[in-house]
């Protein structure tokens, strides 16, 4: 985290929108407490959050649509993540467009898995533009509001560096178990 806010930082606005290509959750999560710090403007963060973050799901969109064969070899390994990709997405409509966007692990595979329906490309965006609007609002607005908090805490993850390694598995652990089971043969 160190490193990500000495280069939100130095490059501040570009690693921003670099990152929010990719889903950005901690880049926009360090660019609300560099806001907090005065370092950065929220509202533009929020802005070019939500803006990359809607370029990066239409890319993906677009590239399982038109790039299907190419795509494909990479869901090889995943063909039970793409199946429970599409159960969300029948289940839940298109509100899965905006959640996913909150949900590790799904932000990349449901892009790529709509894409190779036929959905429609520009109700796709609509609720790519939602969704990306909030998760920006929310995480860049939660993280400015927690600032202190979040620095604090920073602080004694700093000072008790064995903590990180038992979070993050607890995290990727928990996420993991989940989509074992909703992706498990029954």
Known sequence: MDEMLTNLSTYGYITLFLYSLGGGFVALLGAGVLSFMGKMDLSLSITIAMVANFIGDSLMFYMSR????????????????????????KKHGS???????FIYGLKTLVPLAIGLTKYDFWKFSTYNAIGAAIWAIVVGGLSFLFGGALIEGYKMVAEKPYLAPIMLILIVGSVWLYLSSATKKR
Do not use: D, T
């Not at 038109?66 to 997405?89: I, Q, T, V």
């Not at 509100?95 to 966007?101: C, D, H, L, N, Q």
């Open 95 to 101: 509100w899965i467009i905006i959640v996913k966007k």
């Open 66 to 89: 038109y790039h299907k064969r190419e795509m494909m070899e990479y869901f090889k390994k995943h063909r039970r993540k793409l199946a429970f990709s599409h159960l969300l997405l």
